[in-house]
Every structure is written in C-alpha cells, then in structure tokens.
C-alpha cells in the first residue's frame, strides 16, 4: 500500500519545527552565555574596578596621614591632626567597601586585612608614638624627619597595598578575558542563528516553488482554458494534495456550470420576457392614470352644468315658496339646497385637484415672497375679523409654477386661520432655510388648535376630516391638493410631530439656479490699413 503523500501544510510544519528546534537551542544557549557575560561584566564593573579604585585611595589615606602628623610635629598645633583623624575614618570606609567587595575570594580578602594590618602597624609604631612625644616633649624638627625604621614600617604598609592592588588587577584581568570570550560565543550563536534563518527561508522559497507556485500557475492555466468557453475540459493538478483537492472542487463545479447553463440561459430569456411585460404593464398603468385623471376632469366638469340647474332651482323653490308649505317642506328644501351647494364645492375642488400638473406653463423663477403676499392678500377680510398675524421675512427664490405654489400657501394659511382657537388671534409664521441638497425647507407654523401626531398623515388623504362639518366648514381636499403640489414640484410635506402648540407643516421646494451664462468671444476686426 502506498503512503499518503505528505500535505504542503505537514511540510512547512516539519520544517518550522526543526527550524523553531535549532533556534530554540541556539536561544538557549545564548541566554546561558548572556547570563555568564553579563556576570563577569558586572564583576569586573562593580566589583574589581572600584576595588583597584580603592586601593589608590588607600594609599592616599597612608599618605596623608603621614603628611598630618609630620606637619603637627612641626607646629605642635591640634588643628593639624584633622586630617589625620579624617584620614583614618576614610581609610576605615575604604577598608569596609572594598571587604563588601572583594571578601567572597579568600586570597583578595587576606591581602586585604593585610593592608589593614599594615596601616594598623604604621599608625601604633610610628604616628601614635610622634603624637604623644610632640605633645609631651614640644615641638622640635628632627621628630619630624623621617628614620629608618618608620621608612621600613611606612614602606611595607604601601606594600601591602601595591601587592593587594595587583592581585584585585590580575582577578580583574581573567574575569575580563571570560567577558570577552563568552562575547566571541554569543557573536558566533547570533552568525549561526542568521545561517540557520537564511538557510530556511530559501528551503521555504524552494518548496513554495515546488509545490505551490509551478502548480497553481499550471491550475490556472486549465481554469482559463475552462472560462474562455472549453466547458468539456477536465481539469487536473500536479501538487500537494491539497490543490490536487481543489482542482477536484473546481472541476466539480466546471461540470455543474456546464450543466446548468441551459438552465441559465433559460431563465434569463424568462427574466427578458418578465422585463418586457413589465415594460408593457407599466406603459397600461401610465395609460390608465392619464385616462382616470382625464376622466375625473371631464366628469367633474361636466357635472357641473347639470349641478348649477339642480341648485339654481332649489334656490328658486326656498326663496318662491319659503313659508307656505309646512315645516318639514321648508327642512326638505333646505337640505337639498346645502346638498348641492356642498356638491359644488367637492366638484370643483376635485377639478382643481386633477388640473395640477395637468395644465403647466413650466418651472420658472418664483419669489416666495411675492406669492405669500398674493396668498395672505386673499384672506384680509378673515384677517381682519380674527385679528390674524401672518410674519415672513427674506423668504428665497425657487423653481415652480407661481400659480400653484400660491394656492399651497392659500391652503396652508386658510387651514391656520380657520383651526384656530377660541379668543386667540391667530399666528401664522413662515419661514426657511436652505438643505445640503440644493432644496429650500419652508416652514409654516400656526398657534391653533394643531393635529395629534395619530393624525399626521391622514390629513393628507383626499376628503378626510378630522372634524364635523358643522363645526369648521369645508370638503377636507385642501392638504391633499397641498401634498400634490409640493410632489410635483419634487419635494415632500409632512407635518413636525415634535411640535406642542399649534401646527408646524415642512415642505421642501427645489432652489432656483440662475443659469450660467457664456459671452462668446468676440471675433477681431482688422482694418483694411493695419491688413496692408
């Protein structure tokens, strides 16, 4: 039985790994030796070189010493055993630090107490005993010269500590060379590491050559061979086991394609005769609102003929007749007179209501201003009955039909002024601002009886009241001939529910653009004598 050939993915593994083995050895190794190096670093750092440090300064404490007491056995004065009583207390330091420093090796520590008995030695055989003679005897010079034996006593004290210092510089000097060779090791671990990273990253380049890129790049070629329109061709891969895997998946599904296209193709032709009927349901559809709008204008207008005679005749009957017949006649009569009235005012509103966007001269260029003062100016005598206030100030130009866009202000108006509140002026205050997308917002609010917010958009709703008829008059068409204005114009109505008194109705409107004007450039003239 053949064994499975190995997976591009258990490759790379097996070769990280025995990279990832040979650094981590490498890491460990050079951790231990960084270790040791900066051990012997700090040895020789904080260790050997203040201790040879020290040791000069030992020798300065010796010599100074000596300077004090010769200058007290010149002056005989107390003063000048200052720095000899300092010397001894810096000497002392000196000793400890350099104990805490070097004690742990036995022969440094017993060079070291040494020089501590030299000092010790120099300082009861020959500076005590001058100190206790100048003081008992006076002052005389020759104390002061130097003899032979505290030349020998003074001499094997610097001894002692030349030869202390030495051995702290020779400790210092190996300590130093295992520095430098643990440093070799570590430089050396570094070139390995970077051998064994190159040497990787080529055998990975080598096996993704191998085994990725030749096979992907002969894969591709027999996909484009499918995708130029050879359906029939098998497809097939050399590799890992994993493209051999998705050529199979690529192959399976070049067969389902190729088994599906008649179907495909069969649905679009589906999809082209949907779009066609579609075309053709929405062309009926245009065809058909174009005949209901013309039929509810005809009708409309053509019913008013025959309504005129209906209440011309009931008017007759009320005025001939009013008062001779019964009660119950007169109420009868009356009910037919309101009825067609009523019927009148529904008639032409619905004519009017049809007739928008019907009938158009084009957008032009239409000052709000002008047309609110054309709108208010038709209600001056409710004005004037109710106390009303109409406040507008720098409204902007827009593109529209200036007839229709004063009966949407007549309609806004008129709805403040007749929803107002009892014993309250009414206040209508319209106002604007312009959009980030070239439209102007106009606003219209009124300090009436307003709308609940249930309401909002039912009162755009051709013939919907919100109140009996007795009680504010009207065929409930004004809003609904409003929102179809402002729609024809592109824009859309709506009413703010954030409002709490009265009614705010927002409406946007395209801005008007004065067109760019091109001045041609006007041609040269060159005169006959400039020609010549």
């Not at 430089?187 to 990725?212: D, K, N």
């Not at 709506?494 to 705010?504: F, H, V």
Request: hydrophobic share 45%; glycine share 6%; aromatic share 6%.
């Amino acid at each position: 039985m053949t064994p499975a050939p190995w997976s591009l993915w258990r490759r790379i593994i097996a070769l990280c790994a025995i990279v990832a083995g040979l650094l981590g050895l490498i890491a460990v190794s050079a951790t231990i030796t960084a270790a040791a190096n900066r051990t012997d670093t700090n040895q020789v750092m904080d260790r050997f070189t203040p201790a040879v440090v020290n040791a000069e300064r030992l020798y300065s404490q010796l010599l100074r010493q000596q300077s004090s007491v010769r200058t007290y056995a010149l002056t005989g004065k107390e003063s000048d055993l200052d720095g000899y009583r300092d010397s001894q207390a810096q000497e002392a330091q000196i000793l400890a630090e350099t104990q805490r420093l070097v004690g742990d090796d036995p022969a440094l520590a017993e060079a070291l107490r040494q020089v501590a008995a030299g000092t010790a030695a120099y300082r009861s055989q020959i500076t005590e005993p001058l100190i206790q003679q100048t003081r008992s005897s006076g002052v005389d010079p020759e104390l002061a010269a130097p003899t032979d034996s505290s030349r020998a006593v003074y001499t094997e004290a610097v001894n002692r500590i030349n030869r202390l210092s030495q051995q702290i510089i020779v400790r210092r000097d190996v300590v130093a060379s295992e520095v430098r060779q643990t440093g070799n090791v570590l430089i050396l671990l570094l070139v390995f590491a970077a051998v064994v990273v190159v040497v990787a990253g080529a055998m990975l380049a080598l096996l993704m050559r191998r085994l990725v890129t030749r096979p992907v790049t002969s894969l591709a070629a027999e996909v484009r061979r499918v995708a130029a329109g050879d359906y029939d061709h098998e497809i097939h891969s050399l590799g890992p086991p994993e493209l051999a895997d998705l050529a199979g998946d690529v192959d399976t599904m070049r067969r389902r394609i190729n088994a599906e296209l008649t179907d495909v193709q069969e649905a679009r032709r589906q999809v082209e005769e949907a779009n066609r009927m579609l075309e053709q349901q929405a062309a009926e559809l245009t065809r058909s609102n174009r005949d209901l709008e013309q039929f509810a204008y005809v009708a409309s207008h053509d019913l008013q003929e025959p309504l005129r005679k209906v209440a011309s005749f009931c008017q007759l009957l009320q005025r001939r007749y009013s008062g001779q017949l019964d009660d119950r006649a007169d109420q009868y009569i009356g009910f037919a007179v309101d009825g067609a009235q009523r019927m009148q005012r529904l008639i032409n509103d619905l004519l009017a209501f049809s007739r928008i966007g019907r009938l158009t001269n084009g957008f032009t260029e239409v000052d709000l201003n002008k047309v609110v003062l054309d709108a208010a100016a038709q209600f001056d005598a409710q004005r004037e009955a109710t106390g009303a206030e109409i406040i507008f100030t720098d409204l902007p130009a827009v593109r529209g039909e200036e007839p229709l866009l004063g009966a949407l202000f007549g309609n806004l108006i008129g709805n403040a002024i007749k929803f107002r509140r009892p014993d309250v002026p009414p206040r209508i205050v319209i106002d604007s601002h312009r959009t980030d997308t070239d439209e102007v917002e106009v606003t219209v609010e009124d300090n009436g009886i307003g709308i609940e917010p249930e309401f909002a958009d039912k009162v755009f709703v051709i013939f919907q009241r919100l109140h009996a008829k007795e009680t504010y008059p009207g065929t409930g068409i004004g809003l609904a001939i409003a929102k179809k204005i402002v729609e024809y114009h592109g824009g859309r109505i709506w009413i703010d529910p954030a409002q709490r008194e009265g009614t705010l109705f927002r409406f946007t409107l395209p801005i008007f653009t004065p067109p760019v004007v091109v001045t041609p450039p006007v041609p040269a003239v060159v005169s006959e004598e400039s020609a010549s």
